[in-house]
């Protein structure tokens, strides 16, 4: 994985890391980066961790205001990324509801519920078990550990700072030339004519992306993770839909859904083989302290309110959007497990694919109670957004857990932050959808939302069932015997570029490692990383906002 940063004690207080004026900007900010996450995750089915982005952006405006400290920065840029992940969260799960019933009505206020519900057990469940994630097994966080290295590097100036900014320049520039600029083609370095070959035709390669952030990615990730991840994509590309349609096994169309459905299977059984093996067996150890009265009166928050507010939901859930009681006490229950699952998944890759521990907790709830299309949809969409508010927070208290931040500023930071995404992005969603109609949602030409066609397989139709099962099976079999298939999983799900370009880092961080480690232990090539990383995050956010806006003033 990636090295583990400097820590730096902090004397500064509470009132000095949480002010006014860092709130302001972090609202401000979070308002921003949601409503261009929102287009972003609907429009291009990706959205990246948005942390060194907004660490940057908090670093800049209150060293223009003066007189501030890296721990006041590094809340103001927690309560800045929350919005994001709300975001994708509901983008990666709700449009579904269109794909498969385009004269589905969902109202505002049931989807608002359902977000800011996902939103408040994201938060509650994140404060209970950050003591355990983040003190006690010091899992890497690796999104969290460029973080902190952004601001220290950023803080401290020097030569460090120079590389940092230089390879962030270098990105960014490099991104506006790709993407800002559409006379100057820059994405895909393989040629017209291989593009037009028989493994282009079967949707193994649309060429290859030319991503620092990708390639930064699989460094900071290590060889290790992203070599797994590499090689589920030659299994799922090369094996089953080029070697199984070159040998007559199957044709194209099902070589597809076997991909897909063998690719959720093994992040799907994963989940269940970290429920088994990694949450089972530490249940006491995780969520025994969540009881306790200490816990709930002196951690890093004060918690007592939450079983009364955890009922309200229930209530809410259940009534408002006709959830079924059943359902919504899986649904609260799931959160508590999936939340756990994407603590300690983000932890150890950087990775956080909501949305399958949103399927997760859906096929849970089917599996026990009837419910509508609709209702199981929401069922994934509240844990799809708590996850994806915790993989969040979780970078954010790895960072602060460096630096020295107050926890309790951090994770006050996130619920503003959270707060604000959740009115937000339930307002993106409702403009879009009312400007383009439902038949948008899945539309390659308008918002594709690729995630939510997921779950919309998952609610409607697993493509192939013996796939999937025999992808569920191998997932929980090989995490219990400590093989990293949350990655193989990814790799046969996702495009093969993608994968390719990621790999590419790993291969990168593999050569240093072995041909200059006294370099790498420095931490130099991790510094690298974070600017390539927030250089093109820099520049994809300002040309998405761009985009997002134009979008809006076509309505």
Sequence with gaps: MSEEPKIIKSAVSFKDQFTLRGMLIGSAGAAILTMSSMYVALKMGALPWPIIFVALVSMFCLKLFGNTNINEINVTHTAMSAGAMIAGGLAFTIPGIYMLNPEANLSMIVLFAVVLGGVILGLIFTALIRKYFIVVKELPYPMGQAAAETLIVGDEGGKKAGALFSSLGIAAVFTFFRDGMPL?????????????????????????????????????????????????????????VLGGTNFGLWDADTASAIKSSLGIGLMVGTGIGIIIKGIIPKAKEIFGPMFSKDMMSHGIINLRWAPIVMVIIAFILTFVCDMGVIASIITILGVWLATSMSAQIVGQTGINPMEVFGIIILLAAKAVTIMGQTEAFLVAAVVAIACGLAGDIMNDFKAGHILHSDPKAQWLGESIGGVIGSFVSVWVFYVILT???????????????????????????????????????????????????????????????????????????????????????????????????GGEAVIGVIIALIQAIQGMSAI
């Design 184 to 240: 100057i083609n820059l994405k895909n370095l393989i040629p017209a004519s291989f593009m037009n070959s028989g493994l282009a035709a079967k949707g193994i390669l649309a060429g290859i992306l030319l991503s620092p952030m990708l390639v930064a990615v699989g460094y900071i990730i290590g060889p290790l993770f992203i070599g797994v991840w590499f090689l589920g994509a030659i299994i799922g590309d090369f094996g089953i």
């Design 435 to 533: 400007a383009y109609g439902p038949a948008a949602f899945g539309d390659p030409e308008l918002f594709y939302a690729p995630q939510a066609g997921v779950v919309a397989a998952m609610v409607g139709g697993i493509p192939h069932l013996t796939s999937f099962i025999i992808g569920l099976v191998l997932g929980c079999l090989l995490y219990c015997v400590n093989f990293p298939v949350m990655t193989l999983g990814l790799g046969v799900y996702l495009p093969f570029y993608l994968s390719a370009t990621a790999f590419l880092g790993g291969v990168l961080k593999f050569i240093i490692e072995k041909a200059a480690p006294k370099w790498d232990k420095k931490g130099t090539g991790l510094i690298i990383a974070s600017g390539l990383l």
